[in-house]
């Protein structure tokens, strides 16, 4: 039951807040009035504090939050992303708090979130610094390898030129018009361009000088020959990620949209047991971080569930990230998402590899899965495998399954990236409308935004299941998506900013215009560069932690954790910098 005192603070800040319907399309609702982003903060958390299967709802703690910063958004756009990525750094900070209280340390149960970060936080890859180079020019650094390439492309070749190299292969990933009235669709290579291109009989090589425009142009023009449907059954017989692009009522009203629409965004529960598995205690350690000693193994590419470990990371947990060198990923995130961490390689179609895994396995608290569904459980360490091991040592396990769609219906084993959910749930629609482009024109949410936010929606579930098997005892599982997240976003509830403030934002920061064609790197520089140019944001140290004599240079400079608790011992911190990929060599705990 809620706190007398909460149920009247959502009911008056919450439930109570007027919003027009259809601003940016059908399914929109758009704030009447504008609240400070702080004060939105506020408001945000209590609504989730309401939503939230087993959070607090204990008004004191959720008082314990201090939200600073400034009252205008800093990310372009309708979406209250900085606002919620916010929230969400803040509910892990409580239940930090909460653990912290399970293992017997005394706190003030003090949270503060700087909401300017909250901003930030997204363009993660874009605000490294390595012995004063920043921006694209950190990727040319001799420091900052490139992955090996897979089988097949020769020892020297280039990997990440292979994925991005020319300009039909970058323009793989765009929006484009279909033969489909008023209706757009997200193209997405993936890590394989050719696979996409060739579905629409494209040759991702046939002219290596073409320009970025003319790329475009050209694979509109092929996109223009199809209804919408009919590109996307052809995508999905070819296993490629892709998704019209639906306004949010669109998306809500299909069969995927309904089944996801069952579930709570903080989504995860007790597993059946054989036998009655009891509380596990939290590590007693000399590190009075919450997680302490919590044994994570990551295995995870590309950002979500990796942004998900290093907020663990933050938290004192031991994280072992788990890579197959041989597989394609892509080098700006390993600067800012492996702080913490060890990094290794196993390949899981060696016996040996997949045996170090199992020791790793034996002994992990938390398992975090990135694959597509059904990929790990058909290797065979999915979430069976996992509770095999839980009940035999006595000790409960939390795995955390984390996709683009969700943990069921029936596109659930579809592959899909950030931009695919961008597309599916309606935020590239909304995008497009508040920018002033026709309907149906589809425009990306200009930064790696649920990528990150889903990482720190998986923070906060596997958090939750720590609290919860220390305090019940059993296994726990859990599960995030990238579509989930964009459809909180877009709910009547968190509404949407009206077409004055979107403007105010574009006023005070000058951003480029964003386009149907951007590339999401691209995007993420240009944002940044308009924060370097119209404010103090990229400048300010207090945003950053410095660390020295990194694989990377003599002083690499990545943004702080959001967390701060007002006590120094326990607060988050990171105590070793990111590293490459498949970095260090048989890892053990």
């Known amino acids: 039951m809620l706190t007398s005192t909460l149920t009247k603070h959502v009911e008056k800040h919450v439930l109570h807040l007027e919003k027009t319907e259809g601003g940016y399309g059908p399914g929109s609702w758009v704030d009447t009035d504008f609240i400070p982003v702080p004060k939105e903060c506020e408001r ?8 939230t299967p087993g959070f607090t709802k204990d008004y004191r703690l959720l008082q314990s939050v201090t939200f600073e910063g400034d009252d205008l958004p800093n990310i372009p756009g309708p979406i209250k992303a900085q606002a919620f990525t916010s929230v969400l750094h803040a509910m892990a900070g409580i239940i930090g708090h909460e653990i912290l209280a399970i293992k017997g340390l005394s706190t003030d149960q003090k949270t503060t979130i700087n909401t300017d970060m909250g901003g930030l936080f997204p363009a993660n890859p874009a605000l490294v610094t390595v012995d004063g180079v920043n921006g694209p020019a950190v990727l040319q650094l001799p420091t900052v390898p490139h992955l090996r390439p897979p089988p097949g492309l020769g020892k020297d070749a280039d990997y990440d030129h292979f994925l991005l190299g020319n300009a039909l292969k970058l323009r793989s990933q765009a929006i484009y018009p279909t033969a489909t009235k008023d209706t757009w669709f997200q193209l997405h290579g993936s890590t394989d361009p050719y696979a996409a291109l060739q579905a629409m009989n494209i040759d991702a090589d046939m002219d290596a000088h073409m320009s970025k425009d003319a790329a475009y142009d050209f694979i509109k023009a092929h996109t223009l020959k199809y209804q919408a449907r009919e590109l996307e059954l052809i995508f999905i017989e070819q296993n490629v990620p892709s998704s019209i692009v639906y306004s949010p009522k669109g998306w809500n009203d299909t069969i995927m949209g309904k089944s996801l629409a069952k579930h709570p965004l903080v989504n995860y529960k007790k597993c059946k047991e054989g036998a009655p598995v009891p509380p596990a205690a939290f590590p007693e350690k000399l590190d009075k971080r919450p997680l302490a000693g919590i044994k994570v193994v990551e295995l995870a590419r590309i950002i979500a569930l990796p942004a998900t470990g290093i907020v663990l990371s933050s938290m004192g947990a031991e994280v ?4 197959c060198r041989d597989l394609p990923d892509f080098s700006p995130a390993q600067l800012c998402l492996t702080q913490g961490k060890k990094t290794t390689h196993l390949d899981l179609d060696n016996e040996l590899d997949k045996a170090a895994l199992r020791a790793l396995i034996e002994d992990a608290d938390v398992i975090l899965q990135g694959y597509r569904s059904g990929a790990m459980d058909r290797r065979g360490f999915g979430l069976d495998y996992a509770l095999e091991v839980a009940n035999k040592r006595g000790k409960g396990i939390c795995y955390l399954d984390e996709n683009c769609y969700g943990p069921d219906g029936v596109y659930h084993e579809r592959r899909g990236w950030q931009q695919v959910a961008d597309a599916a749930s309606g935020c590239e ?6 920018l002033g482009y026709p309907e149906g024109q589809g425009i990306l949410p200009s930064l790696p935004i649920s990528d990150m936010s889903t990482g720190v929606l998986g923070a906060v579930t596997t958090m939750s299941m720590l609290r919860d098997r220390a ?4 296994s726990y599982h859990g599960a995030v998506s990238l579509t989930a997240y964009n459809c ?5 509830d968190f509404g949407l900013y009206q077409p004055e403030i979107v403007q105010k934002i574009q006023d005070k920061y000058q951003f480029k215009k964003i386009t149907s064609d951007i590339h999401v790197i691209e995007l993420y520089y240009d944002i940044a560069q ?4 119209n404010s103090n944001l990229i400048a300010d140290e207090k945003y950053y932690t410095h660390f020295g004599d990194s694989v990377y ?10 967390i701060e608790y007002t006590d120094a011992e326990t607060t988050p911190r990171w105590t070793s910098p990111p590293v490459p990929f498949c970095y260090h060599a048989d890892v053990t705990w």
């Open 44 to 51: 945000l958390l209590a609504l989730m504090a309401l939503e």
């Open 530 to 533: 308009a924060w370097k140019e």
């Open 320 to 323: 072992v990230r788990v890579q």
């Open 488 to 492: 909180a976003t877009l709910t009547k």
């Open 471 to 474: 305090r019940f005892g059993g």
């Open 429 to 434: 629609y909304v995008m497009g409308l508040a």
């Open 553 to 562: 240079g003599k002083d690499l400079r990545i943004l702080r954790p959001l």
